[in-house]
């Protein structure tokens, strides 16, 4: 969504890269997001407030696409960047609290 405003597969910007990975294609393919809602699989979506790569407006343009009975949650975790959720300190109360709302919904 970065370049192309499209939800796709990777885009390597190369072309022969690209035909590599998608079966002769040029352009990576283009997610159908319908199929997504209709596999009745519930979403939460936690957005890094200071996230350069996922940003808030492609996210919510990707949760009204997806739609409220797949969105089950939608929350902005305040002081983090789109490496954080990856590298987080076992410590940070921040960090744990999402994580626990997390793991709630992963059971």
């Not at 294609?25 to 790569?53: C, G, Q, W, Y």
């Amino acid at each position: 969504m970065i370049k192309t405003s499209e939800f796709q597969q990777f885009n390597y910007w190369n072309e022969k890269k690209n035909k590599d990975h998608y079966d002769g294609r040029v352009d990576p393919p283009i997610i159908d997001l319908d199929n997504v809602s209709k596999t009745n699989v519930p979403v939460a979506m936690f957005i890094a407030e200071h996230d350069k790569v996922a940003n808030d407006a492609d996210c919510r343009k990707l949760a009204k696409k997806l739609g409220p009975q797949t969105v089950i949650e939608y929350t902005m975790v305040k002081n983090f960047d789109h490496y954080s959720f990856n590298m987080y300190k076992a410590n940070s109360p921040d960090a744990e609290s999402y994580l626990k709302r997390l793991a709630y919904w992963v059971q």
